[in-house]
């Protein structure tokens, strides 16, 4: 009888710890991956069907950036941008490699997403739904929604 209960106790232990792991190996995906901030947009240029939109991304692990779609455009592409000879040059990324817990600012002169050909102009006061897809180092994908609001760049951005 005595034998009986210590497994039947090693029994509940082991449940309990297999439990417990499950719940965190779960944790993760109900948890923010990314923290993001200050989203917005820019309003379009008359005539125009590109815009512009930034924000800060803050990972809580070594992550990338490699997808990002809008409602408003039918693509969205991962851009940065720098003073080369003089010149202000774009560029497309594959991908924005995070590290953990810094937080990478999209701002003007600087990285952004790059809306194209727009469904309708971005006027001051819309805003943009997103849908991030940020890949693990253990190759695993998780998406992350985020609202941009549409407004007029902040003087200090030029
Ligand atoms: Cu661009």
Redo the contacts with the bound molecule.
């Keep these: 009888m005595k034998k009986l209960s210590a497994i039947s106790l090693t029994g509940w232990a082991l449940l309990a710890l297999f439990s417990s792991w499950t719940a965190q190996a779960e944790s993760p995906a109900n948890s923010t991956l990314v923290t993001i901030q200050d989203a917005w947009a820019r309003p379009s240029n008359p005539g125009s069907k ?1 815009g ?1 939109a930034y924000m800060t991304l803050t990972s809580s692990k070594e992550a990338s950036l490699v997808e990002a779609t809008a409602n408003v455009s039918d693509s969205v ?1 991962i ?1 940065s ?1 720098s003073m080369e000879n003089g010149v202000m040059k ?1 560029r ?1 990324l594959e991908s924005l490699d995070l590290s953990a817990g810094k937080p990478y600012k999209l701002s003007p002169g600087g990285f ?1 997403l ?1 809306l194209f050909d727009l469904k309708k102009p971005l006027r001051v006061g819309d805003s943009v739904n997103f849908v991030l897809t940020f890949k693990l180092a253990n190759k695993s994908l998780v998406k992350q929604n985020v609202k941009a609001s549409v407004k007029d760049a902040p003087a200090a951005g030029h």
Aim: charged share 10%.
């Design positions: 590109v512009a592409e851009h941008m774009m497309m952004h790059m």
